[in-house]
């Protein structure tokens, strides 16, 4: 089975590397909060 690749705007981005940034947070951290599981 291949893996569907998820595409996310550039805002999304923007605003992802924002909120990392700001919080202080890792990335793992950061996607954890931004994504659903």
Do not use: C, D, H, W
């Not at 893996?3 to 590397?17: I, L």
């Not at 909120?19 to 659903?36: D, T, Y």
């Amino acid at each position: 089975m291949s893996r569907k690749t998820q595409r996310y705007s550039k805002e999304f981005k923007a605003e992802a590397v924002r909120m990392v940034l700001e919080n202080q947070l890792s990335i793992s951290e950061g996607a954890s909060r931004l994504l659903p599981s």
